[in-house]
């Protein structure tokens, strides 16, 4: 990598960086620290270490259901393998939004077997190529997707009067004032421009080698993302998935319970900040910092009318004690594999 690609990581670490420090600073400004303190010493402590022992199941099943997948593409992958990829994935994004994606797929590529069948000019080209990995990633965030939708639309459909009105106005609508008319107009000259880019890779793959290793990657992502069709049990990954999102839902309700000034929430209610919390870990941020406590907040002053220092309370402990639990995990898992070799 050279010098200017260097440059280029640094900017965008730096302004997602600047993003992140200013809505913490949005969201804590008008918070009183001496009632902040007291509202954490007069916490349930016992109700966090659940929710972070459910964050660890959560790390593992999400690295079970990954499995699942690649095992079609390299049956050699051990369960010990993609729970520390996942784990080290998740510490990756502390440094740099998003990134843990691509850094797990790393570390599956270099830690499969070899393909006798084929070689390349560095030698013996792994079963589980990189290209492939990556189409396995996007097929398990694609799913994720699905389910936190679905559990939206079954929040607004059923919960409409309580929880509409929030993701109208305080969602929809400014990402809607944000969607002008040019800027349609520039997503659908994307979509053509890369629909053409794609055409035009595939036609010239036989005639120029920059061409033909697109084209190879391309095909390898979407091998990696239809390698769902051949999974032995299928039934394997949804039943994952399933059990991941109700660790989440764990997560959620037993951090609820930690706050005395929320005692009157229910069941529901913790579906609906695990939803709204789903969103600020979404915004490329390092580690959902400041997204996740203002929308979770926001959510609970707005909905609940509950205090503003309650919410930043309820905020607080759900991202720090998930990112606590992410920071142990991914360090024993990079000892792990380190004292492993």
Not at 34 to 58: H, N, P, T
Not at 109 to 131: F, H
Not at 158 to 187: C, H, R, T, Y
Not at 287 to 305: D, E, P, Q, R
């Amino acid at each position: 990598m050279n010098t200017r690609d260097y440059g280029t990581k640094i900017i965008k670490y730096l302004l997602s960086a600047a993003v992140a420090c200013f809505l913490l600073y949005f969201t804590f400004r008008g918070v009183k620290w001496e009632d902040f303190i007291a509202g954490l010493r007069s916490c349930r402590w016992g109700y966090i270490v659940i929710s972070m022992i459910a964050g660890i199941a959560a790390f593992w099943l999400r690295g079970q259901r990954w499995r699942e997948i690649l095992l079609p593409i390299d049956g050699s992958i051990s369960r010990r393998t993609t729970f520390n990829a996942v784990n080290i994935g998740y510490i990756a994004n502390f440094v740099f939004p998003r990134i843990g994606e691509f850094v797990r797929c790393g570390f599956i590529t270099k830690n499969s077997e070899p393909d006798p069948a084929s070689r390349d000019e560095t030698g013996v080209k792994k079963r589980a190529s990189y290209d492939k990995v990556l189409g396995t990633v996007v097929l398990e965030r694609s799913w994720d997707m699905i389910t936190m939708l679905l559990i939206l639309v079954a929040l607004l459909v059923f919960k409409w009067q309580d929880f509409g009105a929030f993701f109208v106005e305080k969602m929809w609508k400014p990402f809607e004032e944000n969607m002008n008319f040019s800027l349609w107009w520039v997503i659908v000259c994307f979509i053509l421009l890369a629909g053409i880019g794609i055409y035009a890779i595939f036609a010239t793959r036989n005639r120029f080698s920059f061409s033909r290793a697109v084209a190879n990657a391309c095909k390898g992502l979407l091998q990696g993302i239809l390698s769902c069709m051949k999974m032995k049990s299928k039934w394997k990954f949804f039943f994952y998935t399933l059990l991941i999102w109700l660790m989440y839902w764990t997560m959620s309700a037993t951090t609820m319970n930690a706050m005395p000034g929320m005692d009157s929430l229910g069941p529901v209610d913790a579906l609906f900040l695990m939803i709204a919390g789903s969103f600020g870990w979404l915004i490329p941020v390092p580690g959902g910092f400041g997204a996740f406590h203002f929308i979770v907040s926001l959510a609970l002053s707005t909905i609940y009318g509950i205090p503003f220092e309650t919410g930043i309370i309820f905020a607080t402990l759900s991202h720090e004690s998930q990112a606590i639990t992410m920071a142990v995990c991914g360090g024993i898992s990079y000892l792990d594999e380190t004292f492993r070799k």
